[in-house]
Structures are given as structure tokens and as C-alpha cells.
């Protein structure tokens, strides 16, 4: 069984700072894990994803991850923070021998100018 | 190159009334998945088609159906409505390819927001 937890509903930080979400995942197999993210009234656009490999894994729009096995962890940062990346952010996980991604709750991220 | 894409945008039913969504998938992908968003939620697993097949089901009840076609476009049916039913559903679209290898990035339509009153 797979599960999500995103620490964190609500983020908010100021334009040009560290963007930090926290994601740390449950999974009885190897996972393999994604970062997406939604703006209002629209589909999920993917950002990045780790199945195999590099640990660190870079991004569009500037974004990476770091796959922790010890920590269970796969948390999203961006160096600095543009007032365009405001919007609703989702890891999900997903394994070999499912087909099916486990979404968390979200994270709505607030740029502040 | 088209990217996933669905229809209709929105929709408002009343309960008990049944429903059809549509799903183009991306140009190349021969899968796709179903996914239901509520508000303030991350997208639940409905079901997964592949070969004109359901692949995998989440915990969803049998009022929920789905179809797709030789051309890998699919459908979701929804029968007798429910106001808790009321939500984003997000078409999503992935490559399995004829060696069976599933690629497990999935690239999301705009989705059909549905309001059932």
C-alpha cells in the first residue's frame, strides 16, 4: 500500500526566497515519485519525477527534488520564488506493479511581492 | 502536437441523472486514466483502460464506467448521480506500448468540472 503526506495546506513566502514543500511518502516497494503542479481552472502540468537513479532530480520552471530513502522523503524547492509560481502543488506516488498514482492533499503557495 | 484533451469544460446534471465525459489522450500514449478531484482535494484514482480494457480500478463504486476505443480516445460514465459526486475529473494520459512497458508519467487534460444539484 501507497500513501502521500504533504505537511503544510497553505505556504507562503516572499518573491526571490527559498520555495520549500514538504512531501514524505509510504510505500511497501520502491516508489516512484512525482511533483505536479495545478494553477486555478486547470489540469495538472508535471514538474518533475523520480522513478530510478539520480536522487536529485531537476525540474522545469527552475524546481527540483531530492529522493531521501532514509527519510522518506521527496520535498520540492525552487532558489527563488517568482510571483508565476503561485498556485496549488501535488506529489503523488506510484510503484511497479500499479498503475495508479496516490495524490497528497496539496499545497497552495503564495508569493508575497 | 495536442496534449490531452477533454470534454466537455463544464457541466451541471441533476441527481440521478447519468453522465458522459470524453478523453482524447496525447498523440502517442495509449493509455488512459481516470482521476476525480473534489474541491480542496488531490485527484482520487478511478479506473485505468489499456487495450480497450480496464487495467486497474480504484475504490470507486460501480456507478462509475468506463470505455475506450481503438483509437485509445475514452469515456467515463457516471450513473445516478449524486451530489457528492460534484467535481474536477482529470483525464490523464501514459504509454504502455506494444512490449507492454509501462511508462509511469502521466501528462493530465483541463479536466471536466461536473456540478451535480
Known amino acids: 500500500a501507497q500513501s502521500v503526506t504533504q505537511l503544510g495546506s497553505h505556504v507562503s513566502v516572499s518573491e526571490g526566497a527559498l520555495v520549500l514543500l514538504r512531501c514524505n511518502y509510504s510505500s511497501s516497494v520502491p516508489p516512484y515519485l512525482f511533483w505536479y503542479v495545478q494553477y486555478p481552472n486547470q489540469g495538472l502540468q508535471l514538474l518533475l519525477k523520480?522513478?530510478?537513479?539520480?536522487?536529485l532530480v531537476k525540474g522545469i520552471n527552475g524546481f527540483e527534488a531530492e529522493f531521501k530513502k532514509s527519510e522518506t522523503s521527496f520535498h520540492l524547492t525552487k532558489p527563488s520564488a517568482h510571483m508565476s509560481d503561485a498556485a496549488e502543488y501535488f506529489c503523488a506516488v506510484s510503484a511497479s506493479g500499479t498503475y495508479k498514482y496516490i495524490f497528497g492533499t496539496g499545497t497552495r503557495l503564495k508569493v508575497l511581492a | 502536437d495536442a496534449g490531452v484533451t477533454q470534454s466537455p469544460t463544464h457541466l451541471i446534471k441533476t441527481r440521478g441523472q447519468q453522465v458522459t465525459l470524453r478523453c482524447s489522450p496525447k498523440?502517442?500514449?495509449?493509455?488512459v486514466s481516470w482521476y476525480q478531484q473534489a474541491l480542496g482535494q488531490g485527484p482520487q484514482f478511478i479506473f485505468q483502460y489499456y487495450e480497450e480494457e480496464e487495467r486497474q480500478r480504484g475504490n470507486f463504486p460501480d456507478r462509475f464506467s468506463g470505455h475506450q476505443f481503438p483509437n485509445y480516445s475514452s469515456e467515463l460514465n457516471v450513473n445516478a448521480l449524486l451530489l457528492g459526486d460534484s467535481a474536477l475529473y482529470l483525464c490523464?494520459?501514459?504509454?504502455?506500448?506494444?512490449?507492454?512497458?509501462?511508462?509511469?508519467?502521466?501528462?493530465f487534460g483541463p479536466g471536466t468540472r461536473l456540478t451535480v444539484t
Open positions: 523520480y522513478t530510478t537513479g539520480a536522487t
Open positions: 490523464a494520459s501514459s504509454s504502455t506500448g506494444l512490449a507492454g512497458v509501462y511508462s509511469y508519467e502521466q501528462y
Open positions: 498523440s502517442g500514449h495509449d493509455t
